[in-house]
């Protein structure tokens, strides 16, 4: 046949690949002036074909209106986006200020502060950073003083507008006689030194300090204890975790990082999250506490330090034992009974997540778990030791969670409940569900794991029922 043939044969099969068409025709020889036009009439009708078939047009529409509404929405949002690029400079130019400060690495883990500077001062701000302010509405005033509350719908400028209104509603602004621009401030310093962790980043700083809020309000704590514990106990929480590495202690002891050795292998994350929170503090554009006498700076600072102190975990059987001695004849009068009170609150707020709603709590477990394998990961590459709870071939999410919510949230909370038994029904009690709830979960996994092994032995035992067995002569 001719090559115009096997030109038309060839555009015409779907048996042949098109690569292999296409190669086939590029290698015939050029047809006449009549038989060309033919060929692009036959190819017009084959991209006619093509563009039907996979909606071409129809997509082309869809994008079209797809940027056409983006548009519009970013024309409507076009004030928001403004404000929070100048919240971007002035955190730029807040992190640049800190950073000239000293911006030394340590080790294996890295910590933004160099703390053998010769501790120059910078000169306070003229200018007033600001994030966008939003409007709390009544409906988000009542939320925040629930355990209840959703941390996950919020971005970091509207958190931060969260916490600058708890310091306003406790009073601990006019208590402090705190600069609200200074309050801003250091709320942006705050911010920027909560690394982007898996989970302690900074909306579980604004979670933690969301709960202490909530508990404040839900257990009646400025008529029983002083506004100055109030400010310890919202400054502790929002510092707790400050510029967190992301690797627990454990790790550090074992990796013999600078953290561990600067401090002894004592709480070197607690210490390292105190140090930083002080270090903050020492800018003067910064320190919310600039206008309180000395003697009472020195009492907040030390009371501060021992709350972040206390949210060490290895410590937690000590302070949890320390509190039961005392619940039962408690004395708000008692100094030493009001800090064991406010150690054992900022742990609950620390580890209270599972008192939230399932929809809420959730999450956070799967954030944990990734920063656990993260680490674990890292101690098999190094040959360090490995916790199982933290290694991704041992540990599911329902046996992460029974234990601990058995065995350290409900003892705990349940002590807090003999001092204030109104949290019961919105704290402890969700911590009973949430045990009920993982040990379901745990049940339907063991009768999956069941199921498979006895779906793998009827498998074994077909195929060996399948194979003759050889008969040997006697």
């Not at 078939?53 to 079209?64: C, G, P, W, Y």
């Not at 009542?142 to 958190?159: C, G, R, S």
């Not at 801003?184 to 709960?211: A, D, T």
């Amino acid at each position: 046949c001719s090559p115009c043939d096997i030109k038309e044969l060839l555009c015409s099969s779907s048996n042949i690949p098109r690569s292999v068409t296409f190669l086939l025709l590029s290698s015939l020889p050029p047809l006449p002036h009549k038989k060309e036009d033919m060929f692009q009439n036959v190819l017009s009708q084959v991209a006619e074909q093509f563009s039907r078939a996979f909606r071409i047009n129809e997509l082309k529409t869809e994008v079209t209106n797809r940027l056409a509404m983006l548009e519009k929405r970013v024309e409507l949002e076009g004030l928001k986006v403004v404000e929070i690029e100048k919240c971007k400079n002035d955190l730029k130019k807040l992190r640049d200020e800190m950073t000239s400060r000293g911006g030394g690495r340590v080790g294996n883990c890295p910590c933004k502060y160099n703390f053998s500077d010769d501790g120059k001062k910078l000169n306070p701000r003229r200018d007033v950073p600001s994030y966008p302010k939003y409007t709390l509405s009544q409906e988000t005033i009542e939320a925040l003083k629930k355990p209840t509350f959703d941390v996950w719908h919020w971005e970091h400028n509207e958190m931060l507008s969260c916490l600058e209104y708890m310091y306003h509603d406790l009073g601990l602004v006019k208590e402090f006689n705190m600069n609200p621009i200074t309050l801003k401030r250091w709320l942006l310093g705050i911010q920027e030194n909560y690394r982007s962790n898996p989970f302690h980043n900074f909306r579980h700083c604004f979670c933690v300090s969301q709960m202490m809020y909530g508990m404040i309000n839900l257990c009646n704590l400025p008529e029983k204890m002083t506004l100055t514990d109030m400010g310890i106990l919202m400054t502790a929480a929002v510092c707790h975790d400050l510029d967190h590495p992301g690797y627990n202690n454990t790790y550090q002891i074992n990796a013999r990082t600078e953290l561990a050795v600067r401090y002894n292998d004592i709480s070197p994350l607690e210490n390292h999250h105190c140090a930083v929170a002080f270090q903050i503090l020492s800018l003067p554009e910064c320190n919310i506490f600039a206008n309180v006498e000395l003697e009472a700076y020195k009492q907040i600072r030390q009371a501060i330090i021992t709350l972040i102190l206390a949210t060490d975990m290895a410590r937690h059987g000590e302070i949890l034992d320390s509190f039961k001695h005392k619940v039962d004849s408690f004395d708000f009068t008692n100094e030493e009974h009001v800090t064991c009170l406010k150690m054992v609150l900022i742990k609950c707020c620390d580890i209270s997540n599972e008192v939230r709603p399932t929809e809420v709590a959730e999450p956070w477990v799967d954030c944990l778990l990734e920063e656990y394998f993260m680490q674990s990961d890292r101690e098999k590459t190094e040959g360090l030791p490995v916790a199982p709870f933290m290694d991704r071939d041992k540990v599911t999410k329902p046996t992460a969670q029974i234990g601990f919510i058995k065995f350290v949230l409900i003892p705990m909370f349940e002590t807090v409940m003999k001092l204030f038994p109104q949290i019961e029904e919105i704290m402890v009690q969700p911590l009973r569900d949430s045990r009920d709830h993982y040990e379901e979960l745990k049940q339907i996994d063991d009768a999956m794991t069941e199921v498979g092994h006895l779906f793998s032995l009827n498998i074994t035992l077909s195929l060996v029922n399948q194979i003759p067995i050889p008969i040997f002569p006697s």
